[in-house]
């Protein structure tokens, strides 16, 4: 296998646990509710509360390190978030989103 198919592995998984641990867990000594806490209702706050705006903020890293080219980085940094968002659903992490205000049933 290439080593561009374990980046991609790595490089989801990595921004997965990085932002269910900030989204989700309490962390060490309550690190992490305390970090909440002070993020409070503004624009970092809300960041900390929303899983998809946040594994959107922490795959531009991984994206960074993973691509060797900008177009390359570009392409990673959603398809990192988009995996992170498929393992924390599979794992039973996030709900069923509702439908959107007049949205028509399907």
Do not use: N
């Not at 959603?78 to 996030?94: D, K, M, Q, V």
């Amino acid at each position: 296998m290439e080593a561009g198919f374990y980046l991609l592995v790595a490089g989801v998984l990595g921004v997965w646990r990085i932002t269910h641990f900030l989204y989700a867990e309490d962390g060490p000594g309550d690190f992490v509710v305390r970090l909440r806490a002070r993020a409070g209702d503004g624009m970092w706050g809300r960041l900390l509360d929303c899983f998809y705006c946040l594994s959107l903020a922490v795959a531009v890293p991984f994206a960074w390190l993973c691509g060797a080219t900008w177009f390359e980085r570009l392409l990673l940094w959603p398809a990192f978030s988009a995996g992170a968002i498929l393992l924390e659903r599979a794992t039973g992490g996030l709900p069923p989103q509702p439908p959107h205000e007049g949205a028509t049933p399907k």
